[in-house]
């Protein structure tokens, strides 16, 4: 079946220090990947998806087929980064479906 | 001000009282959806919705009604509410009718509590 794991429940880093949330998948087709986020006392929006190749807010994640992940990576973490964190993977059964991971909170310290 | 709203925020009812969450896109998306947030288990669809009079069942539709007569609206139903549906429900829209073919618009989120 069609799965999205997010390892790590919680992930505390210090301010400055690099952030990477971990997310694999399962999925035997092409995938499409999106990590969205959600702020404190904020509605839960989109990061950024794989197709894009972007870098937002300094995130960027890649897509690794061979490893099944969409790893989300920061080199320098910033309190304004403390958040909700999902992995969701978009993919066709009968109709399109997405399905999100369980979720990371991330907590940067000062 | 594009935007996904949903009522009420907060409810605290008791086992059996139907209760109706709202859900209203003022973006003229196609597509609509449910979720529920719980800890540990992160968002779980309920049900969606394609466009006007297509709706399906997502991942945990035991409990839950749906029904969408307009593109704009989207309202949840419980028509036996029971304490395992105390959680935080999320409303969604995206453009297309395709969710992973663009971003997902979420509203604020409704906490329910059945007691």
């Known amino acids: 079946a069609q799965r999205v794991t997010q390892p790590e429940k919680l992930l505390s880093v210090f301010k400055g220090a690099p952030v990477e949330l971990k997310c694999n998948y399962s999925y035997s087709g092409s995938p499409e990947l999106f990590w969205y986020v959600q702020y404190s006392r904020q509605r839960l929006q989109l990061l950024l998806r794989h197709i894009s190749r972007e870098s937002i807010k300094g995130f960027t994640a890649d897509l690794n087929k061979g490893e099944t992940s969409f790893h989300l990576k920061k080199p320098f973490a910033q309190e304004e980064d403390s958040a909700m964190y999902y992995c969701a993977l978009s993919f066709i059964q009968g109709a399109q479906k997405l399905v999100f991971g369980q979720g990371t909170r991330l907590t940067i310290n000062p | 001000e594009a935007q996904v709203t949903q009522n009420p925020r907060y409810l605290i009812t008791v086992t059996g009282k139907k209760l109706t969450v709202t859900c209203s896109q003022n973006?003229?998306?196609?597509?609509m959806s449910w979720y529920r947030q719980d800890p540990g288990l992160g968002l779980r669809q309920i049900y969606y919705s394609m466009n006007v009079e297509v709706t399906d069942k997502g991942d945990v539709p035991e409990g839950y009604k749906v029904s969408r007569k307009e593109k704009r609206n989207f309202p949840l139903i419980l028509e036996s509410p029971s304490p395992n549906q105390t959680s935080l429900y999320f409303c969604?829209?995206?453009?297309?009718?395709?969710?992973?073919?663009?971003?997902?618009?979420f509203g604020e989120g409704s906490r329910l509590t059945v007691l």
């Open positions: 969604a829209s995206s453009l297309n009718g395709i969710p992973g073919a663009g971003e997902l618009f």
């Open positions: 973006m003229n998306h196609e597509y």
